[in-house]
């Protein structure tokens, strides 16, 4: 049985960061026998950057839901291959690295919102899951991601904020809408990145008065901002590194993946 790790917060946060360092924990602590897939679920794509992975647009989501598009619209797919051929180009997107499997979202092109790339998604992701026994997202910073409901259930949802309290804000308009548009979460808890213990008890009460557990504290790392001005991979960040083990301990004593 898979299980979806999706990773959200407010922007500026550093949630792709954390999402980087909880795919390297997962891919070096010894589960490689596992099948992996990562989605990188903003529009941004910052997550490729960040995991050193050369972007290709048109080996994007955003790329074949556009060209699917037009082609719907000249009629040149039938309304019986549909399915077939969508499953099929999504596939051809997927890329395939040698510890994880790797999907883009990226944008459309000419349209103001990513609604149909959401949508493209949230009808794929199912027989995606099939495939694959862990998927770990980083979600679209904000609340849209979830608006749409391209995940449609979530077996651990984390939550990175910072200090600030617009950080915590945030958190609770992504509970509120996910109850809301009733997706399903298993286990939900807040990850404090960027951490300064002066700082414990503020963020510790901002989150009990949201009634949602911190699963960890990632202290602020100088190796982190240096490797991202650097453009390096995080991925080759030294195992010993504070904020790498903080994540680790995240997944191993709180979602118990390690």
Known sequence: ????????GKGGVGKTVITALMLKAITEEGIEDRAILVIDADPDANLADVLGIPLDVKKTLGYVATEFKKELEKASISEVDKATVLQTRVLEVVQELPKFDFLVMWRTEGEGCYCFVNAVLSNVLEWLMDQYDIILADCEA????FNRRVFKAIDYLVLVTDQSKASFDTVKRVLDVVHEVGIRVRNVGIVVNKFREHYRERVTKLASEIGVEIWGFVPYSEAIEEFMSEARSLMELPRDEAAYVAVKEVLKKKIGIL
């Open 1 to 8: 049985m898979s299980i979806l790790i999706a990773v959200s």
């Open 142 to 145: 904000g609340l849209e991601h």
